[in-house]
């Protein structure tokens, strides 16, 4: 899968790297990366796809094991932020 943006800096909370396996943040953020935004919801699918176009921020939602957690790229492609919804 090519990336169609770029991440910019890539941050984890400390929470989530307690708990996520290396592989599975790393596969998360080749994914995301590439326009494939995981468990989102069909609205937040179609939102993706616009503010991919339009540079806004973008979401994804993945999970390693039964864990969930969202990768966010910031809408100036500065950062990217993977962490736990109890992180946001």
């Known amino acids: 899968m090519a990336p169609k943006f770029e991440l910019g800096r890539v941050v ?3 929470s989530a790297a307690d708990v ?3 592989s599975a943040v790393q596969t998360a953020l080749r994914r995301h ?9 069909p609205a ?3 939102e993706n796809e616009l ?17 969930k957690f969202w990768v966010i790229t910031e809408a100036n492609r500065s ?7 109890e992180d946001y």
């Open 12 to 14: 984890i909370t400390r």
């Open 20 to 22: 996520l396996p290396g």
């Open 33 to 41: 990366a590439a326009g494939d935004w995981g468990d989102v919801c």
């Open 44 to 46: 937040d699918a179609t």
């Open 51 to 67: 503010s991919l176009r339009k540079g806004f921020r973008l979401l994804s939602v993945y999970k390693a094991d039964e864990t």
């Open 79 to 85: 950062a990217t932020t993977v962490l736990l919804p």
